[in-house]
């Protein structure tokens, strides 16, 4: 019976329920004002781990080289980005633990593999571009440059359905899978996920791909799986709270195989939104790097993939519902942490 009062210490700490809260906060709200560095809404540590490996990963990314050969060369730099942060952040939490502050080093830490307001902050630009009919370099370069895609040759829907799907990743990507791991393992945790996350961005391409993002591609799914299914349910119950989207056409989406985004196009977040909104999202796109991203299409069938201004409104509502409800259950678990399971199992 001790474990069974217990059994919530041993999956998570409660003692960082305060850290998780305090980095989703400053993320929020200075993302929010600030928007995203260098016109990126993805978290900070994506940037640098960018910045680090990025051409690197481009110049050993040769075409026409065997695919094992690439494949092994992407499970190499994988390797070495995941030992780098792993070592990063087990020097933050000795920082953390010597220098501790009120926690604010550790805070700032978490803070680094986290996005939300900047994000919102993109979406808005697009949205604001879109509905005015004003093109404007900022709008799109946010939304470009995070979601590594060319849209120098895209229409209007296709830019709309990449917008869209940035926020709902980034709910999953860059917000509860790394506070589910930092709940569960530290800083260590956060930072391997992570590392690897942003690997599957920069060189994943969605899965269309069979080389060098390969292994930083399955290595996520291994540590995202969960994560991407508990963005999928925060997408259906924010759903109940957005006008025009339906929580029986959502909950439609955790169950069927046609017209779902695979876990690297998406997943659960993405299909059970199209769902819920009656719409159409995906298709193919372009990389940076001008390969091709053929993209699955994904919601009910008939449902239209021309979407508009008001579609995009429409999912960053979603997003910031499901941030909402993301938060009230970090709150819940906290308070809940500290009185422990006495208040429901008086033993």
């Not at 942060?85 to 593999?113: D, K, N």
């Not at 800083?187 to 690997?199: C, D, K, S, V």
């Not at 955790?254 to 998406?266: D, I, L, M, V």
């Amino acid at each position: 019976m001790d474990f069974i009062e217990n059994l919530h210490d041993y999956l998570l700490d409660p003692a960082r329920f305060p850290t998780a809260i305090a980095a989703f906060v400053i993320v929020t709200l200075v993302g929010m004002v600030r928007g995203g560095l260098g016109g990126m809404a993805t978290p900070f540590y994506w940037h640098l781990i960018d910045l680090g490996f990025g051409r690197l990963g481009d110049r050993m990314d040769k075409a026409g080289r065997p695919v094992g050969d690439l494949i092994f060369r992407g499970f190499i730099i994988c390797t070495l980005v995941l030992i780098l942060s792993y070592i990063v952040a087990r020097l933050l939490g000795v920082l953390a633990f010597y220098y501790s502050y009120w926690s604010l080093i550790e805070v700032f830490s978490l803070c680094l593999v986290l996005t939300s307001g900047a994000v919102w902050a993109g979406m808005g630009q697009l949205y604001r571009a879109l509905h005015d009919k004003k093109v404007t370099t900022t709008a799109y370069f946010t939304i470009a440059r995070s979601t590594h895609t060319d849209l120098s040759k895209s229409d209007d829907y296709t830019i709309t359905r990449v917008g869209m799907g940035m926020g709902l990743r980034a709910l999953d990507k860059g917000m509860i899978a790394p506070l589910l791991w930092f709940l569960i393992v530290g800083l260590p945790g956060a930072y391997l996920y992570a590392a690897l996350a942003a690997l599957s961005w920069r060189f994943g391409r969605d899965g269309a791909v069979n080389g060098l993002g390969s292994a930083p591609l399955a290595m996520e799914k291994l540590m995202g799986f969960i994560p991407n299914i508990l963005a999928g349910v925060l997408v259906a119950c924010a759903g109940l709270l957005t006008p025009t989207a339906g929580m029986t056409r959502a909950l439609k989406g955790f169950f069927t195989s046609k017209g779902a985004a695979r876990y690297e196009e998406g997943g659960y977040p993405v299909t059970i939104a199209a769902h819920s909104l009656n719409v159409t999202l995906g298709g193919p796109t372009t990389d940076l790097q001008g390969k091709l991203i053929n993209r699955g299409w994904v919601g009910p069938t008939g449902a239209s993939a021309k979407l508009d201004s008001k579609h995009l409104h429409r999912v960053t509502y979603i997003c910031f519902m499901a941030h909402l409800l993301l938060l009230l259950g970090l709150l819940c678990a906290w308070v809940f942490s500290q009185n422990g399971f006495d208040t429901i199992l008086p033993i």
